[in-house]
């Protein structure tokens, strides 16, 4: 093989000393040496060693990430966490919504909290969770809000170890997650759910494999009864498979924000600056028709730099809308 396909092969190798594929390479180095290319067979050793390495270090760090108690499994062939947990420090819980949509996820944590006495009439909170909308919404910080609120360790399903091109190895990798939960509380988040759930009436050009996984999703959210909740978030909510929305308790979406929640988190967002007060709110606003809150967010964080950079402690009417002008294209 030629000597930098080699090369551009080897740097590409990523596992444990213990897995096939370094095995392999470890092989490759030693044929190398017997044809007498000792320089060839020392560089592929020197950049073998640092890709074990650095792979041994990511294990390491992930498993230090997890608090004591906390197990998450992990795929075979590589053996990465299936889910990522995040700290209760870290989750996003200050939320500004609609009356509507706030009045609908603040029943799900009332229905959790008071799970107990549900119970005693024969009743079960709601479990599993549906949010789609746009981009920006608030779709996967409702779900860390959820979790902030009731107390639950947070994981979000890494789809990337999930799914592996291995026939039969992304359904066994669900399978594994979701027996995982059954003695494990926690809120599960499983963001941009169409990634997996698409419709299997769908025209794709996979050889099947996907469409296995719906239906292996079909039936495990069918059996879900874990202690935790189970909460999935689509931009797409027209391309998901109708069986799979029948399985979930409770589907809700997150608007973009009208103009009263625009101008809460417009001032909400710029609190830890002086504001103007001779702000034309009102025109503000009436800029920031048919957007993301996380847009609206921008705004507000660039108005505030443009702001201090100017040597100005305080947000003026012209660096909002020079932010809106630069953001124009985010809508």
Not at 58 to 83: C, H, M, Q, T
């Amino acid at each position: 093989m030629n000597q930098e396909l080699l090369i551009r092969l080897f740097r590409s190798i990523e596992g444990d000393s213990s897995d096939d594929i370094v095995k392999v390479a470890e092989r490759i180095i030693e044929e190398e040496k017997k044809k007498g290319h000792t320089k060839v067979a020392f560089r592929l050793k020197d950049i073998l060693d640092k890709n074990t390495q650095n792979y041994a270090a990511f294990k390491g760090e992930l498993k230090s990430l997890l608090p004591k108690g906390i197990s998450i499994p992990v795929d075979k062939r590589y053996n990465i966490p299936l889910a990522s947990y995040i700290d209760r420090e870290h989750l996003r819980y200050h939320m500004i919504l609609s009356e509507e949509t706030e009045s609908k996820i603040h029943r799900i944590e009332k229905e959790y909290v008071a799970r107990e006495r549900l119970g005693h009439f024969g009743l079960k909170p709601k479990q599993k969770v549906l949010f789609y909308g746009s981009p920006g919404c608030g779709k996967s910080m409702a779900a860390e809000r959820i979790a902030w609120t009731i107390g639950l360790p947070f994981l979000k399903v890494r789809f990337e170890a999930v799914i592996s091109s291995f026939l039969g190895e992304s359904a066994s990798n669900l399978k594994k997650l979701f027996e995982s939960l059954k003695i494990f509380p926690c809120v599960l988040l499983l963001d941009e759910f169409d990634f997996i759930a698409k419709a299997r009436s769908n025209k794709t050009n996979d050889v099947g494999e996907m469409h296995r996984l719906v239906n292996i999703l079909l039936n495990l959210l069918e059996d879900y009864d874990a202690p935790g909740i189970l909460i999935a978030t689509t931009n797409f909510e027209g391309i998901i498979d109708q069986a799979l929305f029948r399985r979930f308790d409770e589907i809700i979406e997150l608007p973009k924000p009208g103009k009263d929640e625009m101008l809460r988190i417009l001032k909400l967002t710029l609190s830890s600056i002086q504001i103007s007060k001779t702000i034309n709110w009102q025109s503000i606003i009436n800029q920031l028709a048919d957007i993301s809150a996380a847009t609206v967010v921008k705004i507000a964080n660039d108005a505030a730099k443009l702001a201090i950079i100017e040597g100005n402690n305080r947000v003026e009417e012209n660096h909002l809308l020079k932010a809106i002008e630069e953001n124009r294209m985010y809508n």
